[in-house]
């Protein structure tokens, strides 16, 4: 039989464009994370200049004393190989990250209604790929022309991909007595 089970999606937007990409991850940790990341980056054929991200605790941000995140090596390690500046937007202000909200919603009523039976989670992501590579190929709901033809406006500005994808791991130790 069938059993649930919590995935999450990976979601990034192009403002400009109105292109956005997604991704399904099995958990929400800093590995899943910097993965699909990293993915997006191939899939696209460069790495945004600037990315602001949203709820990202559980991921890439300990939280320390006040109001300023910490960023884990990992993340720092990501964001140094390949060269972009990262934003984070403010808890509670919708405000700072209207347009991915507004994608996140669109994703979500177009892709994920109703809930996917997910029997191999690979296929899935593929055909999400697919899906959100055609959605391109609307017009801007305010421009009049092709989002495909706004994303090569997005594209130029991107920055050239490192040589190597970065190895994403997470090194776990335990001493024995």
């Given at each position: 039989?069938?059993?649930?089970?919590?995935?999450?999606?990976?979601?990034?937007?192009?403002?400009?464009?109105?292109?956005?990409?997604?991704?399904?991850?099995?958990?929400?940790?800093?590995?899943?994370?910097?993965?699909?990341?990293?993915?997006?980056?191939?899939?696209?054929?460069?790495?945004?200049?600037?990315?602001?991200?949203?709820?990202?605790?559980?991921?890439?941000?300990?939280?320390?004393?006040?109001?300023?995140?910490?960023?884990?090596?990992?993340?720092?390690?990501?964001?140094?190989?390949?060269?972009?500046?990262?934003?984070f937007c403010n808890?509670?202000?919708?405000?700072?990250?209207?347009?991915?909200?507004?994608?996140?919603?669109?994703?979500?009523?177009?892709?994920?209604?109703?809930?996917?039976i997910i029997k191999?989670?690979?296929?899935?992501?593929?055909?999400?790929?697919?899906?959100?590579?055609?959605?391109?190929?609307?017009?801007?709901?305010?421009?009049?022309?092709?989002?495909?033809?706004?994303?090569?406006?997005?594209?130029?500005?991107?920055?050239?991909?490192?040589?190597?994808?970065?190895?994403?791991?997470?090194?776990?130790?335990?001493?024995?007595?």
């Amino acid at each position: 039989g069938l059993s649930e089970k919590k995935y999450y999606e990976l979601i990034m937007s192009f403002p400009h464009s109105n292109a956005q990409l997604c991704k399904v991850v099995p958990s929400e940790n800093c590995v899943c994370f910097l993965t699909g990341l990293q993915e997006f980056f191939f899939l696209i054929g460069g790495v945004p200049n600037n990315i602001r991200f949203d709820n990202l605790s559980a991921a890439v941000i300990k939280m320390i004393s006040g109001s300023e995140p910490s960023l884990t090596d990992m993340f720092k390690t990501f964001q140094w190989h390949y060269r972009f500046k990262a934003e984070f937007c403010n808890r509670g202000k919708g405000n700072e990250k209207g347009h991915v909200e507004t994608k996140v919603g669109y994703v979500r009523r177009n892709y994920f209604s109703p809930l996917p039976i997910i029997k191999d989670l690979k296929e899935l992501n593929n055909k999400l790929q697919e899906s959100m590579l055609e959605d391109w190929e609307r017009i801007h709901y305010e421009k009049g022309v092709l989002i495909s033809e706004l994303w090569k406006e997005d594209a130029a500005h991107l920055l050239t991909l490192p040589t190597h994808p970065l190895e994403i791991v997470r090194v776990h130790t335990r001493t024995i007595n």
